[in-house]
T-cell receptor, first 117, second 112 residues
Framework: GAVVSQHPSRVICKSGTSVKIECRSL??????MFWYRQFPKKSLMLMAT?????????EQGVEKDKFLINHASLTLSTLTVTSAHPEDSSFYIC?????????????FGSGTRLTVV | GDSVTQMEGPVTLSEEAFLTINCTYT??????LFWYVQYPGEGLQLLLK?????DKGSNKGFEATYRKETTSFHLEKGSVQVSDSAVYFC???????????FGSGTRLQVQP
């Protein structure tokens, strides 16, 4: 089945530094990837939709200059948290939609636990 | 906008008990409905889905029926096991929106 590989699984960084999270589709081409943020004991909140070869579409309230998304190829999308602060600490998950029409589904990366100290 | 409401957790059950996790939604058009499961330390996995009214999704003993009249998609299992302990998310996609909208998740703890 369709697999999305997400790295790193855990990262600790200092305040003010930047962190890059990668998501790769291993056995399919992902023209669109979705980036979610999951707060403790809360739901997954969509941050942005990443489109191959074009600018990402950000949800309301998400700072596009802080959460840089690049989708330069059909198999790789990256999320860079710039000038990270402790409040950016969270669990970030990427997802891709696979299949067509009514027979579609979503596959998820295993997530990245970001801790900013 | 679209939204999904799930019952608060945690839900604690004994093994072989009957499980119901309630899920209701609001959405534009004709949404597709999903249940995802997140086991400890793992990513989300699709449990089941339904794409139109009155459809029943089923997998691993879990079932959910798409009820348009009550805008609900409740998850049920007749006899839970310890291995079912996880967080369960109800989600939907609707017309013109490709991303999933998730409920807040319900943690299930099954005790031996």
């Amino acid at each position: 089945g369709a697999v999305v590989s997400q790295h790193p699984s855990r990262v600790i960084c200092k305040s003010g530094t930047s962190v890059k999270i990668e998501c790769r589709s291993l056995d399919f081409q992902a023209t669109t990837m979705f980036w979610y943020r999951q707060f403790p004991k809360k739901s997954l909140m969509l941050m942005a939709t990443s489109n191959e070869g074009s600018k990402a579409t950000y949800e309301q309230g998400v700072e596009k200059d802080k959460f840089l998304i690049n989708h330069a190829s059909l198999t790789l999308s990256t999320l860079t948290v710039t000038s990270a602060h402790p409040e950016d600490s969270s669990f970030y998950i990427c997802s891709a939609r696979v299949g067509r029409e009514l027979n579609y589904g979503y596959t998820f990366g295993s997530g990245t636990r970001l801790t900013v100290v | 906008g679209d939204s999904v409401t799930q019952m608060e957790g945690p839900v604690t059950l004994s093994e072989e008990a009957f499980l119901t996790i309630n899920c209701t939604y609001t959405a534009t058009g004709y949404p597709s409905l999903f249940w995802y499961v997140q086991y400890p330390g793992e990513g989300l996995q699709l449990l089941l889905k339904a794409t139109k009214a009155d459809d029943k999704g089923s997998n691993k003993g879990f079932e959910a029926t798409y009820r348009k009249e009550t805008t609900s998609f409740h998850l049920e299992k007749g006899s839970v096991q310890v291995s079912d302990s996880a967080v369960y998310f109800c989600a939907l996609t609707s017309t013109g929106r490709r991303a999933l909208t998730f409920g807040s998740g319900t943690r299930l703890q099954v005790q031996p």
